[in-house]
């Protein structure tokens, strides 16, 4: 195969996951304002594109790419209300360093999908597959103000202020650390991905 996910096959970096002793967890990031309450919830997977990390891995965008191509836009299911729109960074299918499995292959799991991908193509086969598809995933905030300062970065939604209106919500801000009257605001990112393919 000359090309993979419209990338030379020399420079496609692969790592070998040792699929019977696959450690289900989950990762992943996202940005919006206003993201839903931390929980369980349902995402649908729009059309399928792919990427290349620095490192040379494949990565999957699990939904049509925002206008700076960064990230992908998927409608996850609210209760209530209108669909949300979440936006995450593509899903690396590098191998974690702490246990069997990658994020790419915790959400084609998600999905559905008994991945086990031996190569590069045959990932990107599967991912293909996805689309359309309903996972269901953890929801949780983060707020980013500086990589340099991690100090004045929030990792969870508990970590936001209560809401003085309603004290049973958290208030989806927080005030920026220098600047008096400006906001960081909270973004929604994938804490995991549940596992729904049956042992």
Known sequence: ?????????????????????????????????????????????????????????????????????????????????????????PLSSKKYSNRQGSQAIDFLRACGIDAQPKSADEFVALCKMASGRTFQFGLDWEGFFSKDEPEHNKKSMKEFAKDEQDPSKHQPWYPHPYEEGKRIWARARIAYFVDAVKK
């Open 1 to 89: 195969m000359a090309d993979v996910a419209g990338f030379d096959v020399a420079e496609i970096v692969w790592d070998e996951i040792d699929y019977q002793n696959y450690d289900t967890g989950g990762g992943g990031s996202a940005k919006s304002y206003g993201p839903p309450p931390a929980g369980k919830y349902f995402g649908v997977v729009g059309p399928i594109s792919f990427g290349k990390t620095a490192a040379g891995h494949v990565s999957v965008f699990p939904g049509e790419k925002t206008e700076s191509g960064k990230q992908a836009i998927v409608k996850v299911k609210v209760q209530g209300q209108d669909d949300y729109e979440m936006r995450i960074f």
